[in-house]
């Protein structure tokens, strides 16, 4: 069964920061690239960030660059995303998956990210 299961998710202030984490089983982590998404109310859902699992290669939204940074644990099948500087319109719920990022395969549940005073 396919899992990817997104957590660390929460409230936090304009300036802060948190990282997410996408614990992945069921596939082979190598041969998919794994990618964050996220929704806002009202909005379409946007792609943030990807990261080849096999070259590292990395793709960044412009609204996120400079501020997020993906990486993998290819050894614990987990991708991570460290959100810095973070921003009222970074607001969402972030999802994880697993695939051509214009159409994945596999999906996460999402988790919530809040950022306000």
């Known amino acids: 069964e396919v899992q990817l299961q997104a957590s660390g998710g929460g409230l936090v202030q304009p300036g802060g920061s948190l990282r997410l984490s996408c614990v992945t089983s069921g596939f082979s982590f190598d041969d998919y690239p794994i990618g964050w998404f996220r929704q806002a109310p009202g909005k379409e859902r946007e792609g943030v960030s990807v990261?080849?699992?096999?070259?590292?290669?990395?793709y960044y939204a412009d609204a996120v660059k400079g501020r997020f940074t993906i990486s993998t644990d290819n050894a614990k099948n987990t991708v991570y995303l460290q959100m810095n500087s973070l921003k009222p319109e970074d607001t969402a719920i972030y999802y994880c998956?697993?695939?051509?990022?214009?159409?994945?395969?596999?999906w996460g549940q999402g988790t919530q990210v809040t950022v306000s005073s």
């Open positions: 990261i080849s699992t096999s070259d590292g290669n990395t």
């Open positions: 998956a697993a695939g051509d990022p214009r159409a994945p395969d596999y």
